[in-house]
């Protein structure tokens, strides 16, 4: 269920008419109709008042199915599997991960260079 269905499911639940949720949330009846329709948005400051309004938690009205992502776990992942969530990131944190794994072979590499070189000094 998306967001806009779950705001006339509430609504009609309660009895009220579009006019007066509307009303509660300072805005026009179009706007709310269009809402409510899913042909708009709602601001953040609108989901606030909706919530209050419908005495639920903002996640309640975005979320109504109780859908949430669940955590990902790399360290319980193949090699592949945590390759390919690496690459479902968008670009500027898939190459924020890959510099920090550049950096840390990079280390890594140093670190046993300097072991096997400079410890025979």
């Given amino acids: 269920m998306d967001i806009a269905s ?3 499911r509430l609504r009609e ?3 009220l008419m579009q006019k ?5 949330l300072g805005i026009g009846y179009s706007n709310y109709n ?3 329709n899913g042909f708009r948005e709602p601001s953040v400051a609108e ?5 209050r ?5 903002v996640d309640q009205l975005i979320n109504p199915d109780e859908i949430t992502p669940s955590e990902v776990v790399v360290e319980d992942k193949t090699l592949t599997e945590r390759v390919k ?3 479902q990131l968008d670009d500027e944190d898939r190459n924020a991960v890959y510099r920090v794994i550049d950096s840390m072979l990079t280390k890594s590499k140093f670190k046993e260079f300097f072991e096997k070189n400079v410890a025979i000094l």
């Fill in 20 to 24: 007066q949720v509307a009303a509660e």
């Fill in 53 to 57: 309004f419908f005495s639920i938690t």
């Fill in 34 to 36: 269009k809402m409510e």
């Fill in 85 to 87: 969530l690496i690459e």
């Fill in 47 to 51: 989901l606030q008042k909706l919530s």
């Fill in 6 to 8: 779950n705001i006339k």
């Fill in 13 to 15: 639940e309660r009895g």
